[in-house]
């Protein structure tokens, strides 16, 4: 007893309330979040880190929870049965005196039963529902704005790459890439600034959550072992000045969370922009901050690195990881000059007697400073001893300088035409006004919470795209405005059953999601095709009719179907006549039916329904199977692949597609052509030119040159695939059907 109180007044003394009113400590300089810096990338491993090992700590005491409250149960219905046998043998006993002291005993332990009782579901009420709470609410929600942080920050390193490489040349191309690093810079700066403050409160809220969880299970304690009420009384002090501190922490958290609100005001449309002046204790740091790098393989590839200057050394540094890299070590041996023949802006050279480094800065006012800087610390280099004073600069130019042209994004563009297809102003499963997600594979929008449950049924199910944060291909924009939530939902919604009641806005998750796996998951409530067993009779206007008349070169005698046609179908062969007529609603009802996307019709040779679309013509059609699991690889009894087909047909749109989606170009058919060959026999150009550049991209992706596919390639790619969404008619050759197929 008196080790608990010398105990409890330690403890009191430890954490008095003054201490625990302290405002709380930001875990990281906004300036740094903002500038992205390895400081700062640093810091959130750090701390996601801990929040991994808090999460560890939490599932495994959530766990013990549970195995304790069962056992706790299981022996209060054992006591139970003691009880009861107890009163029996106290009912033996006749005399007054020992029947009166039975009773009391029985009594007491009755109570004890009743509080132990409570005891164990309050355990159960506090530890698994408080933990419980932040580790599938807390946790969850952080991972899930990770996961947007690190989404937007290689849509910021692709946009700032495009604008690095734009020649001089082409200045509309300069403005259109300078307005797309302005977008994405500031979308990243507000996502890296959510991220910072979930990360914050969740370390500062973790303090008094968990605290408070135990104190209220050690409150439960008390009340239990009320028996041992002096035990009690020398631990309630103790529980008041728990309560303070708990009182004094939310306080606190209540104070960083009123700072963290006014973050965003520090987003501006320049870049962070900084000067300062050490003290001569410094480290001697002149410059740092972001550089690309060229290479001096026969690549010569551009890699974006942090630079620092330092101590008359220059060294560099990936974003992640500690591990430097000595570029020179001696800037006595260096020159610094500027490079003007590269169709690159703002490049410079670090010459030294054995080696030159190319160096690209990402703005004017950048590249000024870093030469600047170069300048200043190979003189100080020259004259280390009596260096004083150094300057140290970050990465970017004066607060005076001239701010970015407006932004002109997309985006915008993108989110007004694709809710402008019919049903797409609202949530296609609960109707939630102006959805800013899709699932593209489907052909719908969404609001971010039936999102998140369509994110869980896994990507063969629905590929999830933000509308105001991703860039849009043109062909699955084109897609989008083929299907839509009126169509999709006609589709998935045809045949609804009366046990499940379609969610609103309002709908808890639990609900909304089972309902969502039964509609996408399950296809519960699609419509089966006429004749199936078990399906309910047509509606009177039939299903969707495969109209071929745009498809003048389609060749499919079949293409058309009507309903008492449609009844010796299987959804298969449906499927495979749906992609013929590029008929992308009834391609969703059959895929809707489980059709395989893959299968090949031993009627037409082995082909699958990916070479009827190409047959077609149709960039909507290759692109919808495509993103609903058609291999582009198979082959049919010529050994054509889609790949074969539509270079054949000089359909630029379908090769950019097919290529996207890492079509083989190696593969021969029966004749011992590849799809160059075929492009070099048709005289295409553009098609001749696209493969070769894909054949070069695979090269450097075997040879482990880079990280994924060449920045070249995608660039190429896209160029082509727009043109030949925008301007057809600029490409050497003709493009199939595709001039004729609707423009979203």
Known sequence: MKWIKKTAAVNIHLYSLPVMMK????????????????????????????????????????????????SGRQFATSQNHLLVSLWDVAGHFKEPAISASFHQLLHALAEFQKYQGHLVDQAARIISRNLGTMLKTDIRQLKETRQSFEHISGDLDTALTRYAQAPKGRPQELE???????????????????????????????????????????QAQVTFSHQCHDLCQDLEPQLKEISSQIDGLRAGTDVLEHQLEGVHSHVTHEDVLQSQRPSPADTGVFMEGYLFKRTTNAFKTWNRRWFTLENHQLKYRRRTGDELTMMEE???????????????????EVVSPLKSHVMQADSEPSYKLWVEALQAGIGAAFDRPTLRSPTRLTDGGPASSPAPAPVVTRRANVLEQVRRVAGNERCCDCGRAEPTWASINLGVTLCIECSGIHRSLGVQVSKIRSLTLDAWEPEILRVMAELGNAVVNGVYEACPDPAWQRPDADTERSAREAWIRAKYAECRFVRR????????????????????????????????????????????????????AHNLPVICSALALRADPCWPNSDRAGRTPLHAAVTSGSVMACQHLLLNGSRPDLQDADGLTPLHLAVANDNMGQVCVLLKHKANQRIRDGRGRDPLGIAVENANADIVTLLRVGLLNEEMRDADVGNGDDDTFHQVVKDFSRMAHDAPEKLSRRSGHEQGEPQP
């Open 176 to 218: 259109e890439t300078a307005n797309l690093v302005q977008a994405h810079r500031t979308c990243f700066r507000h996502t890296a600034l959510d991220y910072l403050r979930a990360v914050s409160l969740l370390q500062s809220r973790k303090q008094h959550e968990v605290l408070d969880t135990m104190r209220s299970y050690l």
């Open 330 to 348: 001696d800037l006595r041996l260096c020159t610094v000059k500027p490079v003007h023949e590269l169709d690159r802006r703002h490049c410079f």
């Open 23 to 70: 405002q709380m400590d930001l875990l990281i300089d906004i300036n740094e979040c903002l500038r992205d810096s390895p400081k700062f990338r640093q810091s959130l491993l750090e701390n996601e880190k801990n929040i991994e090992h808090l999460e560890g700590r939490l599932e495994k005491a959530v766990k013990n929870c549970g195995i304790m409250v069962e």
């Open 529 to 580: 095709l006429p004749g199936a067993p078990g399906s309910p009779p047509p509606p009177a206007d039939g299903p969707p009719p495969l109209d071929d008349s745009d498809e003048s070169t389609a060749g499919e005698d079949d293409a058309t179907l009507d309903p008492e046609a449609m009844c010796d179908l299987n959804p298969d062969m449906l499927l495979w006549k749906a992609a013929a």
